[in-house]
């Protein structure tokens, strides 16, 4: 590992082509100025070689191909990167007077109504920065809604066993109690055991579909129904989204609010903790109650269209941020939607589909597949018989993909397949680079079959190879282990 930049340089490195005449206290506020603040001496290029050869560690779409199923990390075209940057987007203040910003309130404007057509919902808002964000946002929603109508019994939450963890602990936060729905052998909900909890006590279902074992919900028109006639409504997780963009839209499914990963679906960079966005979507009856200011368009005295941010909504649950939303995050999306079209959005479903079950054919001799149906844009499968007959884990096939430059796959998630790795392709990557994962696959089961225990020292090349998980996991809870102390 290379030492941290505290650790390295010498005094005056730094300045040696720095004019030095006079103090620290001749440019700047002496209340600024502190002695106890040990900041390193180093030159230009040292400071450039360090975040170099810490970049070079990173795995990144950029560099490696990265099939983390469940969080499409698909390739962002650099283009959004540059409209994102230009002067007119990045300089904007955002308490900017409407008058003056009426550019990017048209493309907000714009990208609302582009996602309200494309997933069936009648509004969105684009305020929530993050797909947790989104979730939290549609819970308050939902709370609200029923408390307007008097319908105070209504504190239950339904999720499937395979939801992602963000959901029940979304409802959970708005205080809702949730209630776990399994699946049936065939991957997907259980109509008969959701329609067995329904009662009036329930507010609203959380679902994601195609669900997170990869698999479409066949009987996702029953359940809506199912939970309307019951009183509650349907809440679509969009985490999953980048498999149906132009082919069928939540909406038609039944569904009355939802929420988009702008980084998952169109383009904005995905890691790294953000910023991303979040945007929420409602139906009819629930758009009152979306988050306000949201951007209308309004008539100009004759003289045209004017943009402005409104927070005019009586029913509305109030801003859930600081500001209208995260603003360059939304540009790179439109950017991504407006040169795509509708056609390009939907060959791009079309062909994350196609590499998936490409991806799924070829491994199935390697891997067991734990079910029958062909998946959507990302699938799973289990290394539980690898594991019985040689010892080797998912975890460690995990490992060895990461010697080889390729991006670990999600594992042990969702938990109702034992040894689970999940797998998705996204659409932009080529036949060979998926011929060369499985081929690296291929390798690493023959690997396990012929020498299982070289596969517990795996990875070996990567910056940092296996952490004791159990110690790590000791250090943080208590706050130490994580975190650079000068002299620690």
């Known amino acids: 590992m290379p030492s941290l930049l505290f650790e390295q340089g010498e005094p005056g490195r730094g300045s040696s082509f720095v004019d030095d005449a006079g103090t620290p206290a001749d440019y700047l506020d002496a209340s600024l100025l502190r002695k106890d603040l040990p900041l390193p001496d180093l030159a230009e290029f040292e400071v450039t070689r360090h975040f170099v050869a810490l970049s070079h560690r990173n795995f990144s779409v950029d560099t490696n191909f990265y099939p983390l199923g469940s969080c499409t990390m698909k390739y962002n075209p650099k283009l959004n990167e540059a409209v994102s940057a230009f002067s007119g987007f990045a300089d904007l203040h955002p308490l900017v007077d409407d008058g003056c910003a009426q550019g990017a309130l048209q493309m907000m404007w714009r990208l609302e109504r582009t996602l309200s057509s494309l997933f069936g919902m009648e509004a969105f ?41 963000t959901n029940p602990a979304s409802a959970a936060m708005v205080g809702y ?8 052998p065939h991957g997907r909900t259980d109509l008969a055991a959701l329609r067995a909890v329904l009662d009036d006590t329930v507010a609203v279902c959380m679902m994601t579909n195609p669900n997170t074992l990869g698999l479409f919900e066949d009987d996702i028109v029953e359940m809506t129904k199912a939970v309307h006639d019951a009183g509650g409504l349907m809440y679509y997780d969009g985490a999953n989204a980048n498999a149906i963009v132009g082919l069928c839209r939540p909406g038609d499914m039944g569904f009355d609010l939802m929420h988009l990963n702008l980084h998952k ?20 009856r629930l758009a009152p109650y979306l988050p306000v200011p949201r ?16 927070s005019a909504a009586p029913n509305s649950i109030g801003p859930v941020r600081v500001f209208a939303s995260h603003f360059i995050a939304l540009v790179r999306a439109y950017a991504y939607i407006a040169v795509h079209g509708l056609d390009g959005l939907r060959r791009n479903s079309q062909l994350a589909v196609l590499n998936a079950n490409y991806v799924r054919e070829r491994v199935k001799d390697l891997l067991t597949l734990p079910y029958a149906d062909r998946c959507r844009h990302e699938f799973v499968c289990s290394a539980e018989e690898l594991k019985k007959s040689t010892g080797v884990r998912a975890l460690d096939i995990a490992k060895g993909l990461l010697d080889a430059g390729i991006h670990a796959p999600t594992m042990y998630w969702p938990h109702v397949v034992p040894e689970c790795l999940m797998i998705e392709p996204t659409e932009t990557e080529t036949k060979e680079t998926l011929d060369e994962f499985v081929e690296v696959l291929r390798g690493l089961v023959s690997q396990a079959h012929a020498d299982p225990d070289s596969m517990r020292e795996l990875p070996r090349n990567t910056a940092v190879r296996r952490v004791d998980e159990a110690q790590v996991g000791r250090l943080a809870n208590k706050g130490i282990g994580l975190r650079w102390t000068p002299g620690g």
């Open 177 to 184: 109690k949730v209630v776990s729905v399994p699946s049936t």
């Open 295 to 310: 951007v209308v368009k309004r008539d100009n005295d004759g003289k045209g269209a004017e943009f402005a941010l409104d």
């Open 265 to 284: 679906t169109f383009s904005v960079p995905h890691g790294g903790g953000g910023p991303g966005a979040g945007p929420v979507g409602a139906s009819a």
């Open 125 to 165: 808002s684009l305020m929530p920065c993050a797909g947790a964000h989104g979730e939290l946002t549609a819970m308050l929603m939902a709370k609200k809604y029923h408390r307007d109508r008097g319908d105070h019994k209504r504190a239950t939450c339904i999720v499937p066993d395979t939801a992602h963890g």
